[in-house]
C-alpha cells in the first residue's frame, strides 16, 4: 500500500535546524517516519529584514513550510533569522534590552505592540479554560512601606488643595 504525501509529510520526525549564511538558508534535518531515512529540507531567508520584521518573517516562513516547521517555536526561528543577517552576534534569548518606545519609529513600535500582545494572548486565561477562576481576588504583600496615603496627613477645610 502506497501513502498519500500529505500522510508522509505528516510522518516526519524533524531532528535538527541549521543555518547557512551564504547563501542564507535555513537546514531541517528530519526523519520520515515512514521509511526512517534521513533528509534535509533547505529554506531560503531574506536577510533584509528589520528586528520589528523578523518575527512576521519567521511566521510567514512557518505558513509557508507548516509540514517542515510547526513544531519549532517562532522564537527559535525568529533568533536563527537573526544570527543569519547579524553575522553569528544575536543576543542570549531571555535578555532583553530596555529602549525608550517614544524615540522608535512607528514601524518599530508597531512590532513591539505586536510582540507584547502575542505574549499577552499567550498568557491569556478564558473564560471556558480549565484553570479560569471567575471573579478571582488575590492579596498583594507590599514590598515597601509608601508614606504617601497616610492618615496623618488629614485635609481640613481652609487648606486650598
Do not use: C
Not at 504525501?5 to 549564511?21: H, T
Request: charged share 40%; no cysteine.
Amino acid at each position: 500500500q502506497v501513502s498519500s504525501g500529505r500522510n508522509r509529510r505528516e510522518g516526519m520526525e524533524p531532528e535538527k535546524l541549521a543555518v547557512k549564511r551564504s547563501p542564507p538558508q535555513l537546514s531541517i534535518f528530519y526523519t520520515q517516519n515512514y521509511t526512517r531515512r534521513r533528509h534535509d529540507f533547505k529554506i531560503d531567508v531574506p536577510v533584509g529584514a528589520a528586528d520589528y520584521e523578523i518575527e512576521s518573517l519567521a511566521e510567514s516562513l512557518q505558513e509557508e513550510n507548516p509540514q517542515y516547521l510547526k513544531r519549532v517555536k517562532t522564537e527559535q526561528l525568529s533568533r536563527l533569522i537573526k544570527y543569519i543577517r547579524d553575522g553569528g552576534s544575536v543576543p542570549k534569548p531571555n535578555t532583553r534590552e530596555e529602549k525608550n518606545l517614544n524615540k522608535v519609529s512607528v514601524e518599530e513600535l508597531e512590532g513591539t505592540k505586536k510582540a507584547m500582545n502575542k505574549d499577552f494572548v499567550k498568557n491569556k486565561v478564558n473564560p471556558d479554560d480549565p484553570d479560569y477562576v471567575y471573579d478571582k481576588q488575590v492579596d498583594f504583600e507590599g514590598t515597601e512601606d509608601n508614606d504617601w496615603d497616610d492618615d496623618d496627613d488629614i485635609v481640613d477645610d481652609d487648606d486650598i488643595f
